[in-house]
C-alpha cells in the first residue's frame, strides 16, 4: 500500500529564504506526483504536476523535483514571502489505484514565512 | 479557462436533518469528478467519484450519497445527518484518469 511521508509537519522560516519541503513514498509505481497549498478554511490549490517520466518542473518561485527510484520530491521556494505561509502537501497517483485514481496524500508541511 | 464552484461554502445543521452540497465545473467536458471530505488531523478521504453522468462510484460506506444529474454537476446528499458527518467537504475535477486534479473552494459542514 503506498504511504506518503511529508516531513516536518512545521516549519517556519525568515523572510527571504529560500527553502525545501520534503515528500517521500513508498511505491515508485505512479502515474504523477502532485504539490498543492492550502490556505486555513480553503480547497486545495494545485502548483505543480510532474509525471513519471519528469524530472522538475518549475512555476515562478517553486520547482518541483522527482526522484522515482528513491521515492522522493522536493518543493523548492525561493526567496520566500509572507503570502507563502499555508501548508504544503503533497500527492502521488498510484498506478495500482484502481479505477479510481485515487491520490495518495501526505499529511503536509505547515509553512510560515516570518516578516 | 476551467472554474468549479461549490455551495454553500458554510453550512450549519442539526443532527437527522438533509444535506445537499453542489459542485460544478465550467469551461471543459466529461470532467472525472470526486467528493472528499478532509476532518481535522485525519487528511484527505475520498467519498465518490463520478466518470460519467448517472456514474457514481463510493469509495468508503457511509450516510452519504452522490449523483450526477449533468456532465459538470455533482451533488452529495444525506436524508439524515449525522455527527459524524461534520467536516470540510471538497468536490475536484480532472480531465481524463490520471491528469491535474483541481480542487473547489470546499463547503464548511457542522452538524449539531
Known amino acids: 500500500k503506498q504511504e506518503v511521508t511529508q516531513i516536518p509537519a512545521a516549519l517556519s522560516v525568515p523572510e527571504g529564504e529560500n527553502l525545501v519541503l520534503n515528500c517521500s513514498f513508498t511505491?515508485?509505481?505512479?502515474?504523477?506526483l502532485q504539490w498543492f497549498r492550502q490556505d486555513p478554511g480553503k480547497g486545495l490549490t494545485s502548483l505543480l504536476l510532474?509525471?513519471?517520466?519528469?524530472r522538475e518542473q518549475t512555476s515562478g518561485r517553486l520547482n518541483a523535483s522527482l526522484d522515482k527510484s528513491s521515492g522522493r520530491s522536493t518543493l523548492y521556494i525561493a526567496a520566500s514571502q509572507p503570502g507563502d505561509s499555508a501548508t504544503y502537501l503533497c500527492?502521488?497517483?498510484?498506478?495500482?489505484?484502481?479505477?479510481?485514481?485515487?491520490?495518495?496524500f501526505g499529511s503536509g508541511t505547515q509553512l510560515t514565512v516570518l516578516p | 479557462s476551467q472554474t468549479i464552484h461549490q455551495w454553500p461554502a458554510t453550512l450549519v445543521q442539526p443532527v437527522g436533518s438533509p444535506l445537499s452540497l453542489e459542485c460544478t465545473v465550467e469551461?471543459?467536458?466529461?470532467?472525472?469528478l470526486y467528493w472528499y471530505r478532509q476532518a481535522a488531523g485525519r487528511g484527505l478521504q475520498l467519498l465518490f467519484y463520478?466518470?460519467?453522468?448517472?456514474?457514481i462510484s463510493s469509495e468508503v460506506p457511509q450516510n452519504l450519497s452522490a449523483s450526477r444529474p449533468q456532465d459538470r454537476q455533482f451533488i452529495l446528499s444525506s436524508k439524515k445527518l449525522l455527527l459524524s458527518d461534520s467536516g470540510f467537504y471538497l468536490c475536484?475535477?480532472?480531465?481524463?484518469?490520471?491528469?491535474?486534479?483541481?480542487f473547489g473552494e470546499g463547503s464548511r459542514l457542522t452538524v449539531l
Open positions: 510532474i509525471q513519471s517520466s519528469q
Open positions: 500527492a502521488v497517483l498510484p498506478i495500482s489505484s484502481g479505477s479510481a485514481r485515487q491520490l495518495t
Open positions: 475536484a475535477w480532472r480531465v481524463g484518469v490520471t491528469g491535474e486534479l483541481f
Open positions: 463520478s466518470v460519467g453522468i448517472g456514474q
Open positions: 511505491d515508485s509505481a505512479i502515474y504523477n
Open positions: 469551461g471543459t467536458s466529461n470532467p472525472n
